[in-house]
């Protein structure tokens, strides 16, 4: 048990609608991140949050958003959704910046129908 | 369960024998780098990671291998078992943010 804890494990929706994800980092972690894991993309770095703020983007569509929260568990909204936002995923934390060990959730499986 | 690329190279090894899995990467900026094991239906694993200072590193059954010159990375396991079965993803950080940039995976098979 890595520590860092996702919900929901399972989502089936449909296109269209919108969904939310929710991550707790591990105790003591103020960096979050959030990764997709597709089976044509590989794993895909989406965004780093740090203490509140924004620290990095990577791919993340237009569609999705995420924001840490003062008590550091963060969520990640996807709207609009499409049958190709299916995937899986995951929530990471580590306590700092470049160079902390970064600890992945379980993950969130999202089934778009 | 997982979700993993279709495609996956797979290094299939007998128990107890040793694996090498091995993974090239992109960015010559790149300076810290980090081995993930991925069971089915679970999150990244931290295996071992290593930095761009040094060429080799060793953890509990594990050695990481870096080779600057060839943007080569790879890693050994001694003594395959079977809970080693998964697939393997090395990950790069350039020092921007902390933000990994993964490898396509390697599914490592280890037969009994």
């Known amino acids: 048990d890595s520590g860092v804890t996702q919900t929901p494990k399972h989502l089936i929706t449909a296109t269209g609608q919108r969904v939310t994800l929710r991550c707790s980092p591990r105790s003591g972690d103020l960096s979050v991140y959030w990764y997709q894991q597709s089976l044509d993309q590989g794993l895909q770095f989406l965004i780093q949050?740090?203490?509140?703020?924004?620290?990095a983007k990577g791919n993340i569509l237009e569609r999705f958003s995420a924001q840490q929260f003062p008590d550091l568990h963060s969520e990640l909204n996807l709207s609009s959704l499409e049958l190709g936002d299916s995937a899986l995923y995951f929530c990471a934390s580590s306590v700092g910046g470049f160079g902390n060990t970064i600890y992945f959730g379980e993950g969130s499986w999202l089934t778009v129908v | 369960g997982e979700s993993v690329g279709l495609h996956l190279p797979t290094l299939s090894v007998q128990e107890g024998d040793n694996s090498i899995i091995n993974c090239a990467y992109s960015?010559?900026?790149?300076?810290?780098f980090i081995w993930y094991k991925q069971e089915s239906g679970k999150g990244p694993q931290f295996i071992i990671d290593i930095r761009s200072n040094m060429d080799k590193r060793q953890g509990q059954r594990v050695t990481v291998l870096l080779n600057k010159t060839v943007k080569h990375l790879s890693l050994q396991i001694a003594a395959t078992q079977p809970g080693d079965s998964a697939v393997y993803f090395c990950?790069?950080?350039?020092?921007?943010?902390?933000?990994?940039?993964f490898g396509g995976g390697t599914r490592l098979m280890v037969k009994p």
């Open positions: 949050y740090y203490n509140g703020e924004e620290r």
């Open positions: 960015n010559s900026a790149s300076d810290y």
């Open positions: 990950a790069e950080n350039n020092n921007a943010g902390n933000m990994l940039t």
